[in-house]
C-alpha cells in the first residue's frame, strides 16, 4: 500500500490492542447462529468482548472449509472479560439474535451452543429452560460439547469491516496475521454493522490512529 501522509496524533491501533487482555485472562465462548458475519459482528460491538472469530465446528469432518464443510456449522467464537460481561450475558444476546423455535434447513446455518465446559453447558441448558417457560414454545437449539474449532478463510473474518475496504486494507496492512484476533478490529467491525452505542464509538475513535479517510468511512457506515 501507498504510506499515508497524514501525521500521527495517537499511538497505533497495535498499541491500543496492546492493553487489550490477553488469551490467558480471558475466557471463550462458542455459539452457531445461522450465518457467521452477523454475530461476528454483534459480538465485536459487546463490552466486555475482547476478540471475535468464526469458523467451522460441531460436526466430525476433519479440516472443513466453507466449499467444503462437511457436517459442520458456522460458528462465532468470542473471548470475553469475565469481570465485565457474564457467560449469561452473551447467551442473553445469542437467544435474542438468532431462530431458536425452529429446526434449520441446513446444518451449516443451526443454533447451537458449543460449550467449552460443565458450567458453560448447564447455564446454558438453564437459559433454553428459562426462554422455554417464558414463551411455552418449544426451543430447537442444540447444547453440545466443543470439541473443535477450525478457523475460517481469512475473507470470511470481520467481513462488515472487509466491506469497508478503504478502513480494512489500511488495518490489514498495519497488523498483518494478527488483523483476525484484534480488539479494535472487533469493533469496528460491529460498529460499521450498526452496533455500539454512540459514547462507545467515540471513544475508540479518539484513541486510534487511523487515518481520516479511514475515519471518514467509519462514520459514513454509522
Known sequence: MIPSA??????TELAVDAESLPPSATETATFGMGCFWGPDARFGA???????????????DLDPSYYSLGDHTEVVQVEYDPEAVRYEDLLAVFWANHTPFSAPRKRQYRGVVLAHNDQQRETAKRTREELESRTGKSVETAIEALDRFYLAEGYHQKYELRSTPVVADE????YGDAFVDSTVAARLNGFVAGHGEGDEREALFAELDISPAALSEVRRRL
Do not use: I, K
Open 6 to 11: 497524514y501525521e500521527p496524533t495517537h499511538p
Open 46 to 60: 459487546t463490552p466486555g468482548v475482547v476478540r471475535t472469530r468464526v469458523g467451522y465446528a460441531g460436526g466430525t
Open 171 to 174: 488495518l490489514e496492512d498495519r
